[in-house]
DNA sequence: CTGAAAGCGCTTACAG
DNA sequence: CTGAAAGCGCTTACAG
């Protein structure tokens, strides 16, 4: 078919309500909800307003909603890009739900450059968004104070390190436990555990939980199995190439952690720092004919698609982003509507799912 | 540091107008590059405008722009869902150059429920996009016609059968042609092709290209070398699981291509119809005790970055996303400011490019 | 260059 | 319920 190209003239408010007959204020009543609860129209003009605006393909100016002081009902979602591998389920998520609740969202890509954060920050203010979602990893750059002051309606996933800051975290701790829990469930007895930096907060709750399921089996705890990557390992985190915007992943690191941990201390289980660790793991692992789960068990940490390509399919701790994406979203309305969140509702832990498959 | 939760008010323009002396006029004609060629303001003026505004924090009110008539620079985004495996790339790439070039995204998900592509046309409609991008799978439900009817300024990724619509297609032919020559030269005689439907014209463009460069060399064109999935295979496309949000891949579709190809045919190669049959047809072939690419050599469709962490690597199409997306936001931009795009215009091909990895 | 005014499409407060 | 008016922050056309 063909298409005309010719920008079709907007049906506005004034339009159905001279075509009806009533006052604007009645349409708008009717329509969008204003007005409080002072106007009753009658239930045979609403229905009447109703048809016509239907009939007219009648859509509301958002602009001037928004310019009247109302709500914009638009949402900024911060991400690292929107093809991040280690949240696209939890940005497909927050995407769904703010849309559930009738919600827009601007979404901003922060990876490609540097200033992305905070010029994102910026393009929100002026986009008069209600409220923002930050699913940024905390190792990149940007100024998440500027973000809060500007926009103090915002929720972060995992915490930001800023007092009083509302976000929504996976109980990390938890997460290994089971993980640990299940090994030794499993029989294995020397069980790695693959860290990255030693001094981070998430990878300390990791290790908490580790040495917590070791003893309550009654296990000890040997440092020696546990691996952090060291500084030189500049790919221990997961990368974006800035001119293929293509995502890539640790490799070199992943050698050292078979030599140190599989070789050297003869583990019989290695918790992986997320599923793209244990995918190179039982690659690199395979080469080298070490068996897997027969002689050595992995886990992964995510819960990624990837989880089933894998050969041995991956044992891993699904993060339970959906969890997380309905959290987030449901502090985020509460902090728009309502007033400030108190305390002890500004910090949220989502339980995590160890999901068995193969590997393990 | 703890923050405070008042919502800051925003500097005007009159506010910087009144504070460094000058007209409204003036103002909006500096900073915001309005009024055309018949405002000028002296140079000093013009600098100290530039400063108040950044020392106070100017940001101008979209809405309000928006309101008069300008361009709200903001485009919808319709995909999928964010997360979308087959297309996650092109997303963020679409998204990275709609922001280059100084526009906001508004995504839209579809693929929760049958009714969201329209509901988001709609959206897209109050909001007052500038024009929309489609990046949503043709096997997809949604009213493509509708939205060019709201939405002139719309271009599409692949063909979506309405005449003279704008869209950015991936030259599949030249694709399949590319892998297939490869894998002649790398001395592959009985070449497999994995295709799903029979009458859509993505998989007879596949298979043209499959033809010609058979032909090229000489070798014979075996229909029985061609495997289309059967109706019965409800599972040959990537689904979305509503509940969990997941995507899922095909399983029992490989099965029966094994079944009928590589062991009834004899075939020495396939090439998979994306990604993720090549990395199950890796996985379940190695299950049969088949040597990749020993026996048979794998090419896949997409270049996720999958294709590192099947073993062995996945030799692959690259189907350019990036540039895909380069042309589908230069094409919108030229429909939203010029007028519309001469017809031999409206059509792009992209190439892709064969990645050789280690499957063949 | 300036000021004063009109208008974009809505919401709200006001007087009936 | 109504109409008439003011205002959100901007741009534009108008008269100087």
Known sequence: MNVEFDRPKRVRLVDIAEKVGVSRRSVSAVLLGTGGSRVSVGEEKAKEIQRVAKSMGYQPNLAARQLVGKRSHTFGLLVASAGDPLRSFLIQHLDEEAAAHGNRTLIGNTVVAPDRFDKNVQLFTNSGVDGVLCAVHNWLPGDRLALLTQHP?????????????????????????????????????????????????????????????????????????????????????ARHDVDSLKWSFPEAVIDDLIQRIVIDQSADAIIAQDDYWAATLIKRLHRSGIRVPDDISIVGYLNHYLTDFTAPALTTIDLNHMAAAKEMVSMLEKMISGDSLPLEQRQVLVQPKLIQREST
Chains 1, 2 share one sequence.
């Open 153 to 237: 309606c915002t929720v972060f996933y995992e915490d930001p390190g800023i007092r009083d800051a509302c976000f929504v975290s996976v109980d990390r701790a938890g997460a290994i436990h089971q993980a640990t829990r299940h090994l030794i469930e499993r029989g294995r007895q020397r069980i790695g555990l693959a860290l990255t930096a030693k001094s981070k907060r998430s990878q300390k709750d990791r290790l908490r939980g580790y040495k917590q399921a070791l003893s309550e089996s009654s296990l000890k705890y040997e440092p020696e199995l546990v691996f952090y990557a060291s500084p030189k390992h500049k790919d221990a985190y």
